[in-house]
């Protein structure tokens, strides 16, 4: 009979939900849980520290694929060491880009809420300047 914690404590130490638990085991982020005489998951600690990584990692919006890359590293020691800064580098660029998108999207909101406000500043207008400004673009 295996012994251990159970999947609704290991959602507790870890902070990821009963399903994304068993959504991890399915997909195979992390090993098959064992099971105790009456068939329930049971976890071990190094169970919940890979959940504790993985739950880390994906609040970081590192993709499943990624993750899987990440923690796969795990297992290789040392010799991953380079490997994992890379990937994290090559995240570091993609969130850099989608704030240089963010940023631009900021502006060009600023600019239309400016223009309507601009517009609409003695009363609402009869055509509203954003719609104009989204469809002439």
Same mark, same amino acid.
């Given at each position: 009979?295996?012994?251990?914690?159970t999947?609704?404590?290991?959602?507790?130490?870890?902070?990821?939900?009963v399903a994304t638990?068993?959504?991890?085991?399915?997909?195979?982020?992390?090993?098959?849980?064992?099971?105790s005489?009456?068939?329930?998951?049971?976890?071990?600690m190094?169970?919940?520290?890979? /959940?504790?990584l993985? !739950?880390?990692? &994906?609040?970081?919006?590192?993709? %499943? @694929?990624?993750?899987?890359?990440?923690?796969? =590293?795990?297992?290789?020691?040392?010799?991953?060491?380079?490997?994992?800064?890379d990937m994290a580098?090559?995240? /570091?660029?993609a969130? !850099?880009a989608? &704030?240089?998108?963010?940023?631009? %999207? @900021?502006?060009?909101l600023?600019?239309?809420? =400016?223009t309507?406000?601009?517009?609409?500043?003695?009363?609402?207008?009869?055509?509203?300047?954003?719609?104009?400004?989204l469809?002439?673009?």
């Amino acid at each position: 009979m295996a012994t251990g914690i159970t999947i609704g404590e290991a959602a507790r130490r870890s902070g990821c939900p009963v399903a994304t638990i068993r959504y991890y085991e399915e997909v195979g982020l992390l090993r098959p849980a064992a099971r105790s005489a009456a068939g329930r998951r049971v976890f071990g600690m190094p169970d919940i520290e890979r /959940l504790r990584l993985i !739950r880390r990692l &994906r609040t970081m919006d590192i993709g %499943l @694929d990624a993750v899987r890359e990440l923690v796969d =590293a795990m297992g290789r020691g040392g010799a991953a060491c380079l490997d994992v800064r890379d990937m994290a580098l090559a995240h /570091l660029e993609a969130v !850099r880009a989608r &704030r240089a998108e963010l940023d631009a %999207l @900021d502006r060009t909101l600023t600019r239309l809420t =400016a223009t309507c406000s601009a517009a609409c500043k003695d009363g609402p207008d009869a055509s509203c300047t954003i719609i104009a400004d989204l469809i002439a673009a």
